[in-house]
């Protein structure tokens, strides 16, 4: 099936450092979602994006659906302990599933 | 109280034995879905609904088979569980249509084939 290219698949990263990962696609979608998961926990939403070039924020996050509606970015700035977990992004096309990236751990050292 | 739930949490058992998972949603969303996740390898969706009487393959829908009993309601069965299925599963639901088209997850069902 399709699935997203998601990087990097890990980061460690010092408290404070600045977050940037990624999702590119072979095909273009018109909605781009990220997901945090925390351990023992479902996905829950961060940020979606429903046009190309747009540009979201939610305080420290913020994300943006590339213009050529195959990839998207997602960037945490000042990590905090509590910024730990699995993200996703996730695209669609239409009425399609949501198609989801393999996710990026993100470990902070205090 | 959670808008969608999801029973059991854990559950561990035996090679062959029938298994079914159980999501229920508070929401008022007609889509439903099941995905299993595996380490390293994201979300997968195993089947869909967008209504009672509407049931769709996902990616990995073998060995798997799905009930929507009620709009609020989602059932996976495992007919004869084996332990590549052991994995956490996820229940999640969606709004039908507008710009409100995200989606949310239960907390998810850890299971365990022996």
């Known amino acids: 099936g399709q699935q997203l290219n998601q990087s990097p698949q890990s980061m460690f990263i010092q408290e404070g450092e600045d977050v940037s990962m990624n999702c590119t696609s072979s095909?273009?979608?018109?909605?781009w979602l990220w997901y945090k998961q925390d351990p023992g926990e479902g996905p829950v939403l961060l940020i979606a994006l429903y046009k190309a070039g747009e540009l979201t924020s939610n305080g420290r996050l913020t994300a943006q659906f590339g213009i050529t509606r195959k990839d998207s970015f997602l960037n945490i700035s000042a990590s905090i302990p509590s910024d730990v977990g699995i993200y996703f992004c996730a695209g669609q096309l239409g009425n399609t599933p949501l198609v989801f990236g393999k996710g990026t751990r993100l470990s902070v050292i205090a | 109280d959670a808008d969608v739930t999801q029973t059991p949490r854990n559950r561990i058992t035996k090679t062959g034995k029938r298994i079914m998972l159980e999501c229920s949603q508070t929401?008022?969303?007609?889509?439903m879905y099941w995905y299993r996740q595996d380490p390293g390898l994201g979300l997968r969706l195993i089947y869909y609904?967008?209504?009672?009487?509407?049931?769709n393959k996902g990616e990995i829908s073998d060995g798997y088979s799905v009930s929507r009993q009620a709009q609020a309601k989602f059932s996976l069965s495992l007919e004869s569980a084996i332990p590549n299925q052991t994995a956490l599963y996820f229940c999640?639901?969606?709004?039908?249509?507008?710009?409100?088209?995200?989606?949310?997850f239960g907390p998810g069902t850890r299971l365990t084939v022996l």
């Open positions: 999640a639901t969606r709004p039908a249509g507008g710009n409100t088209d995200t989606q949310y």
């Open positions: 929401k008022g969303h007609d889509r």
């Open positions: 095909s273009i979608f018109n909605t």
């Open positions: 609904s967008f209504d009672v009487k509407d049931i």
